[in-house]
C-alpha cells in the first residue's frame, strides 16, 4: 500500500491559505507552516516587492536597506518583470493596502 501526499501543487495551497483566510485562521496557518526564518525572508520580499514598484530606489539601495543581497533583490525584479502591467499594479494596490 502506497502512500502519496496529499498537497501536490500550488493551487492547492493556494486554496488552503483561501480557506483558512476565510475562517480567520490564516495567521494560525502560515504560523504554523513557516519558521521564524521563513517568516522574515517573506518580510523581506514582500518589502522587496513593494519598494520595486515603487522605483524610487535602485537594487543596490534597495539590498542596503533590508541587509539582503543583491542577488535576492535581482531574483524579485526577474520576478515582476515575468508578470503583466495590469498584475504589477494589482500587487501595488494590495501592498499599499496593506501597510495602512
Known sequence: MSHEPEYKDWQQIVELIRSSANDHQHEMLLTMLMTPDERESLIARVNIL???????????????????GIATITRGSNELKSKSDDDKDKLKTLLEQGAQ
Open 50 to 68: 513593494s519598494e520595486l514598484l515603487k522605483g524610487e530606489l535602485s537594487q543596490r539601495q534597495i539590498s542596503q536597506m533590508l541587509g539582503v
